[in-house]
């Protein structure tokens, strides 16, 4: 199969879990498909054409005018695919806008199905904004399928077009398929005697690291903080505040944070809202590290509460504060959490979740 995958950023760079899952993919699937990925060139990367890892990616030009730049982007993915030879079968579209509308619009004029990925709750939460009330179900409506995360992404995406469009419902619900995220399995290491509390991702509010920040100054636990983003310097007072001794790595390469996941006792994602499928949880409970995160989207297909991990309300610092003070009195419950956790992953190992992206692509490639 031919593929082009588009999106918005591509690695190396600060990127998030779309981003870096988007890389993976693009691996994977370049081991048995010719795989073209069509993304915007950075500081990093320039525009024009690299070959690395048994794939091609394209940069395109970045307009400078933010008001121009949806059009331009627009223009220049467009061109970009229009220029691919062989013609793509299929376009493989990382998340509604802007990836999702280019592959759209220029499958349409070039007879090429477009798949759309959704990568986070925030792209179907329909009532936060009327612009994507309007646009993302036209979206949907016109790809040839549609990707969630998780069964819990599938259920609130339908929840809300009931809500905003009730008329497209039917024919999204039609043509939509869940795939998870994909990880490597690393080996196992015990669990450390102290428990120092690890969060990771890009640091933005949504990320709830303030949360974490706060939950830690209440049990005296060391913090560390893994990933960039523009509310560091805010987070870093925040941490020198409260007193708490916390460590911020910035933005690290996938392979620098394993170490950062064998000396934590406890991973938390205390997201407030936003997410797919976690790839930071999916991480640690794959190093069997106890997790604790907010019951966002995808979390919830993850994590069983008690079981594999622990759940509590986004904004709460007094709730997390007493899971962390339980896994530190509680060696047992860490451990068998950790345990859990480690089975969880382990369904979520590329060979177990790429025949079924397999399956989507075949079902909807141009014939």
């Known amino acids: 199969m031919n593929l082009a995958l588009l999106i918005g950023h ?5 990127y998030g879990g779309a981003e870096l899952q988007a890389e993976g993919w693009a691996r994977r699937l370049a081991r048995r498909h010719q795989v073209t990925v069509v993304t915007r060139g950075d500081a990093l990367r320039p525009p024009g054409r690299e070959a690395r890892d048994g794939f091609t990616v394209l940069r395109t030009p970045v307009s400078s005018l933010p008001g121009w730049r949806t059009l331009a982007d627009l223009g220049a993915i467009g061109r970009a695919v229009a220029q691919l030879e062989p013609r793509p079968g299929l ?6 806008f802007i990836s999702g509308l280019a592959g759209t619009r220029i499958g349409r004029r070039l007879a ?12 179907y939460r329909l009532a936060d904004s009327a612009f994507h009330r309007w646009l993302s179900p036209r979206v949907w409506s016109d790809a040839a399928g549609v990707l969630v995360q998780s069964d819990a992404n599938r259920v609130a995406l339908l929840a809300q077009l009931e809500r905003a469009a009730p008329a497209r419902a039917p024919g999204v619900s039609a043509k939509l398929a869940v ?13 450390p005697e102290a428990l120092r509390v690890l969060c990771v991702g890009r640091l933005i509010a949504d990320k709830g690291v303030d949360v974490a920040i706060d939950a830690c100054a209440r049990e005296r636990l060391p913090l560390t903080v893994a990933g960039d983003g523009p509310e560091r310097a805010a987070l870093e007072q925040l941490a020198r505040t409260r007193g708490v001794d916390a460590r911020f790595t910035g933005h690290l390469e996938r392979a620098a944070l394993d170490p950062l996941y064998r000396e ?14 976690p790839n930071v949880l999916l991480e640690a ?34 709730a997390l504060a007493s899971a962390l003070g339980a896994l530190r009195a509680q060696r047992s419950l860490a451990t068998r959490l950790a345990a859990a956790a480690r089975t969880t992953a382990e369904a979520h190992e590329w060979s177990r979740v790429e025949p079924r992206l397999e399956a989507a692509l075949e079902r909807w490639r141009r014939r």
Do not use: K, Y
């Not at 490597?184 to 015990?190: F, G, I």
């Not at 406890?266 to 797919?276: H, K, Q, S």
């Not at 079981?307 to 709460?316: A, E, R």
């Open 10 to 14: 591509f690695p190396p760079a600060a």
């Open 91 to 96: 376009l493989l579209c990382f998340q509604t």
């Open 112 to 123: 090429i199905p477009a798949v759309v990925w959704i990568r986070g709750e925030a792209e």
């Open 179 to 191: 795939v998870g995220n994909g990880l490597e399995l690393p080996a196992v290491t015990p669990l």
């Open 264 to 277: 934590a006792g406890v991973v938390v994602l205390a997201a407030r809202r936003g997410e797919g499928l």
């Open 285 to 318: 409970m794959a190093h069997a590290r106890p997790v604790i995160a907010t019951p966002c989207a995808g979390t919830r297909d993850l994590l069983a509460d008690g079981v594999n991990g622990l759940s509590v309300p986004p904004g709460d610092g007094a």
